[in-house]
């Protein structure tokens, strides 16, 4: 691109890429996307990188994959430079890397940060997106890649009388910069998901009086959080090439054993044994694979998930409360399950109580408290751990118009749609990345991250070389990778669940199953091919 390119108004981009976010996926991209030459902007609603480390800010707000493997791998430099401080970082430290990250490359002269892309509309004519931002700017731009994260759009209240409370309210999403001093108040949190799980037992700490809102009861098992696990840090030390290699190549983005063992065909023993491992380990894939079958089979599933029952009912002294806190609506890993430092154990505290929404619901949010269907409850400050409106709630957030003036809202109202969780007909130069229909949140993130940044770029690069302008899937290629998602979903136990991987936390949203469960490596393999195969699927111009 020339100069005169940059320059051409609406004729002619004014840069070849634009971005939307700076966290991990937005950070990344830039820098490949530079090295490569080509102009970008980045924008930022916030005022700084980070991404969802940059707004979740609340007290106990840490990882779930360790930071061995939460990582960029992209440059071994930058692997020497940062070493992390514990197994599971807490969110000051993973914004303090991302904002190294962001200064070691000089990342931020290409950001635009306090600024919301609202819109985006492509011309067809000029083969072109114009993109629109909440301080009035207008780009246009030869590629459109939202970078805006599957967990970064709180979901709204939508509790009975939520606006008429006078107290102080606080969501675990939009934790306040300067925190917030709980000392001696008498606090409410409602929901019991990872951010309930992570907060409470911090908020309990400090508040006179913690009564925990609890609609569903999740599976959580003790971080057991401490140093960087040290046989990770022995692989890594003897060959990263090959750890990293070995991540890459894995269902989930962490090397895990893969076993076959069978739950159902298991002695006792064995299962006893692989369970206890998993539960030491602390680490989310080890609980989620002591069984090969336990994903798909409800039998074997059971026996994992009344093993964690019995660890709650050993934990927590009062019976009634234990058993409000064991899950039993859902099978164990159909919902995200949780890492936790000390959570059940914080109901044995005096000052903590939990309220069983499934036994009394609450009935509406009043003035000075929360009602419900049996007592009246005054608070001075109410957290809401409610969650997100996840995968898609950014991407159609944007009023993204395509070809024929679609909007990416309208051709979604059923449910996504896309060819390798990353394009979708209908809108040529889109990228959404980590999107619905890829591994995205059932993985390590870092992994997959840096996985859809190296193919889009190197696509890019690819066009560029063949002097090709444009890319868009075909309808073909789409139907069968929705088929595809949906085969992989259907013979798992994940769509029984009334998870947020369903859509079933946001009133009115589609339900499907939204990311890819056929395992990063699988995913992988698929992307490698159809760039081996001169972009299969595709229709290039
Ligand atoms: P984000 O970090 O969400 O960044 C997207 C950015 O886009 C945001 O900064 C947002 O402000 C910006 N944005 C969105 N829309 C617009 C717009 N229209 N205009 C301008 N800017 C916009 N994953 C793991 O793999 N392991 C973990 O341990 C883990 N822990 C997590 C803990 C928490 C509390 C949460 C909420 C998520 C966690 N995740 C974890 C998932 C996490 O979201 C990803 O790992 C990763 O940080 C996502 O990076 P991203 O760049 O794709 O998106
Ligand atoms: O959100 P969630 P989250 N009335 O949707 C409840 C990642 N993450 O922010 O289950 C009463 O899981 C809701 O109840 P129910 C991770 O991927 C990771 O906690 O719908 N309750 C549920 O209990 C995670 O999965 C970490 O019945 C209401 C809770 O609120 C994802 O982000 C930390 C309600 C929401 O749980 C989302 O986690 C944090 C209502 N009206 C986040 N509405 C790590 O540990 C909702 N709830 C790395």
Known sequence: ???????????????????????????????????????????????????????????????????????????????????????????????????????????????????????????????????????????????????????????????????RFAGEVYFTSRWPHEGVDLTGKRVAVVGTGSSGIQSIPLIAQQAAQLTVFQRTPNFSIPAHNGPAPADRLAQLAADRDAYRTAAKWSRGGVPAEVTDVLGVTAPEEVRRERFEAAWEAGELFAILGVFADQGVNPASNEIVAEMVREKIRSIVDDPETAEALCPKDHYFGTKRPCLDSGYHATFNMPHVRLVDLRKTPITTITETGIDTATESNEFDVIVYATGFDAMTGALVGVDVTGRDGVTLKEKWADGPSTYLGLTTVGFPNFCALTGPGSPSVLSNMAVSIEQHVDWVTDCLVDLRAKGMTTIEPTPPAEDGWNQHVADCAAISLHPTANSWYMGANVPGKPRVFYPYIGGVDNYRAACDEVRATDYLGFRLS
Request: charged share 25%.
């Open 1 to 163: 691109m020339t100069a005169d390119d940059r320059n051409a108004g609406p004729a002619g981009p004014q840069v070849d890429v634009v971005v939307v976010g700076a966290g991990f996926a937005g950070l990344y991209l830039l820098h490949r996307l530079r090295a490569e030459g080509f102009s970008v902007r980045v924008f930022e609603a916030a005022s700084d990188v980070g991404g969802t480390w940059f707004w979740n800010r609340y007290p106990g707000a840490r990882c779930d994959i360790p930071t061995t493997d939460y990582t960029f791998s992209f440059d071994p430099e930058l692997e020497r430079e940062w070493t992390w401080s514990e197994k599971y970082a807490t969110q000051p430290e993973i914004l303090r890397y991302l904002q190294f990250v962001a200064d070691r490359y000089d990342l931020r002269r290409d950001i635009t940060f306090d600024t919301r892309v609202e819109g985006a509309d492509w011309d067809d004519v000029a083969g072109l997106w114009v993109v629109r931002t909440s301080t009035g700017e207008t780009v246009s731009c030869r590629h459109y890649v939202m970078a805006t994260g599957c967990l970064s759009v709180p979901k709204a209240p939508d509790i009975e009388g939520a606006p």
